[in-house]
T-cell receptor, first 113, second 116 residues
Framework: GENVEQHPSTLSVQEGDSAVIKCTYSDSASNYFPWYKQELGKRPQLIIDIRSNVGEKKDQRIAVTLNKTAKHFSLHITETQPEDSAVYFCAAIIKAAGNKLTFGGGTRVLVKP | GAGVSQTPSNKVTEKGKYVELRCDPISGHTALYWYRQSLGQGPEFLIYFQGTGAADDSGLPNDRFFAVRPEGSVSTLKIQRTERGDSAVYLC??????????????FGPGTRLTVL
């Protein structure tokens, strides 16, 4: 079926290091790829998104890259801080599934001080 | 402005009971979505409203689940004859759907449903 795969499921980094999370998707027609951050017991919050007409987008310490040919996209967090610790979800609009927003399984990021 | 709100924040019920979960979207947002999030997993799509009508209810797991949005704003997710497997966080999201655009979905805080 149509899905989004996310790796790794957990990621532990030292404060100040970079963190990279990768997602792959199955529908070549997908055109919208948001990333959400969810702290324990809180709502998912959009941190960055990218549309299929660009290959990279950056917002301060956060960047997302998209490779449409390979059908994968990645989140990059530089100079990580303890407050970056959370679960991060990638998602894609799966057109083949009726334009539903389909989420990856999540990556639990722990930034060690 | 105010974000998406959901009530109650927590609901504990007994197996077999009926529950209603409420979502109040961002004012002016025409699209409303319900998701279910189990522990350690990403949100899973349940149903999508565009205005008052359910445009896609293909994610509802069975006929015990039903949702309404009678005036195109507040929505209620209704679960009949609850089962222990229904325990999860139910998330609501809304977006301002423009023609030809893929719009950002803003999530509410969720309702944590526990079926004993």
């Amino acid at each position: 079926g149509e899905n989004v795969e996310q790796h790794p499921s957990t990621l532990s980094v030292q404060e100040g290091d970079s963190a990279v999370i990768k997602c792959t998707y199955s529908d070549s027609a997908s055109n919208y790829f948001p990333w959400y951050k969810q702290e324990l017991g809180k709502r998912p919050q959009l941190i960055i998104d990218i549309r299929s007409n660009v290959g990279e987008k950056k917002d301060q310490r956060i960047a997302v890259t998209l490779n449409k040919t390979a059908k994968h996209f990645s989140l990059h967090i530089t100079e990580t801080q303890p407050e970056d610790s959370a679960v991060y979800f990638c998602a894609a609009i799966i057109k083949a599934a009726g334009n539903k927003l389909t989420f990856g399984g999540g990556t639990r990021v722990l930034v060690k001080p | 402005g105010a974000g998406v709100s959901q009530t109650p924040s927590n609901k504990v019920t007994e197996k077999g009971k009926y529950v209603e979960l409420r979502c109040d979207p961002i004012s002016g947002h025409t699209a409303l979505y319900w998701y279910r999030q189990s522990l350690g997993q990403g949100p899973e799509f349940l149903i999508y409203f565009q205005g008052t009508g359910a445009a896609d209810d293909s994610g509802l797991p069975n006929d015990r689940f039903f949702a309404v949005r009678p005036e195109g704003s507040v929505s209620t997710l209704k679960i009949q004859r609850t089962e222990r497997g229904d325990s999860a966080v139910y998330l609501c999201a809304s977006s301002s759907r423009g023609r030809g655009l893929t719009d950002t979905q803003y999530f509410g805080p969720g309702t944590r449903l526990t079926v004993l």
